[in-house]
């Protein structure tokens, strides 16, 4: 209830930095979450946290930012990779936790579409053999930045019962699945398209890809990713065995998925 209310929901994008420097003090924390703290949606795969502070807007914006921007901001979060299978779920998921435990510690943050991956690592300078997974511009919000929260989808819209495309009421459910539900609605993703669903049963949730010619490969895995974290972990600020989240098929209900569709992943209730 607490992590939804005060940490998620209090996520917004921002697109308007203060000129004021992340101290190498709120670095820290951010690696230990990483090292100490955080889930992972495949362990085998393996990642590493870098931080640009100050210095790569200029060579970085060639290659990463929709519509030929890339917000300028004192620091870049870069999640480098492996690449094996769902690794930019993966590394989606992970960030997610970690732009949500920026807003613990009051700092904004804005995720950024990579145009082109490789172009993007030579531009860091990154000494590493792991690919570009994810970027996400980061500082303190600039105070006169009066960027507004923007609408979401609500958590009717988001979800089916059962089958897809039935209809539930959603406090048919208990109160901290609704949270979890909610979050997913409040999840970030490009250009806030919201191309998923989730299908809700008493046992498990179902996550469903929706069509979008506008959102790339890459970006909409990203968005899983994403959309997955926010679930679990309110889920898991309420009841810690919550299982986590599997890319196995759904092979004991019928979905009743249309072809346009895509099966993404459930979680266990
Ligand atoms: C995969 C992904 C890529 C994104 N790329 C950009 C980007 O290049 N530039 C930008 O301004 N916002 C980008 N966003 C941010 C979304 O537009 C933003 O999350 C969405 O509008 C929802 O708003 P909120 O973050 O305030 O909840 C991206 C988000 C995701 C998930």
């Known amino acids: 209830m607490e992590y939804f209310e005060q940490i998620v929901k209090n996520r917004h994008s921002c697109r308007g930095f203060a000129d004021k420097k992340v101290s190498d003090k709120v670095l820290n924390e951010l690696i230990l979450y990483y090292e100490d703290e955080e889930s992972d949606l495949v362990d085998e795969i393996s990642t590493e946290l870098k931080f640009y502070v100050g210095t790569v807007w200029n060579e970085l914006r060639k290659s990463v930012g ?4 890339c917000i300028k901001a004192p620091a870049y979060m870069v999640i480098f990779s492996e690449v094996a299978d769902h690794y930019i779920e993966n590394a989606g998921y992970i960030a997610q936790g970690l732009t949500l435990k920026m807003t613990e510690l009051g700092l904004a943050a804005c995720w950024l579409t990579i145009n082109d991956a490789e172009a993007a690592k030579a531009a860091l300078g990154a000494d590493t053999d792991k690919e570009v997974a994810c970027v996400v511009a980061f500082g303190y919000r600039d ?7 923007v609408d979401k989808k609500n958590v009717d819209e988001m979800t089916d019962g059962f089958r897809y495309g039935q209809d539930i009421p959603v406090d048919l459910f208990y109160r901290e699945l609704e949270d979890a539900l909610r979050a997913v609605a409040r999840a970030q993703s490009f250009q806030n398209k919201q191309p998923y669903k989730i299908i809700v049963d008493y046992d498990q949730i179902s996550l469903i890809g929706l069509p979008d010619d ?11 990713g994403i959309v997955m974290f ?12 919550t299982p986590r989240w599997s890319f196995d098929p759904v092979t004991d209900r019928d979905l009743k998925l249309p ?11």
């Open 66 to 69: 929709y519509n030929g921007f």
């Open 143 to 149: 105070p006169a930045n009066k960027e507004k929260a």
């Open 214 to 224: 506008e959102t790339s490969d890459r970006d909409r895995l990203l968005n899983y």
């Open 230 to 241: 926010n679930f679990y972990s309110v889920m898991w600020s309420v009841r810690p065995t």
């Open 259 to 269: 072809a346009s569709v895509t099966y993404v992943a459930k979680c266990g209730l």
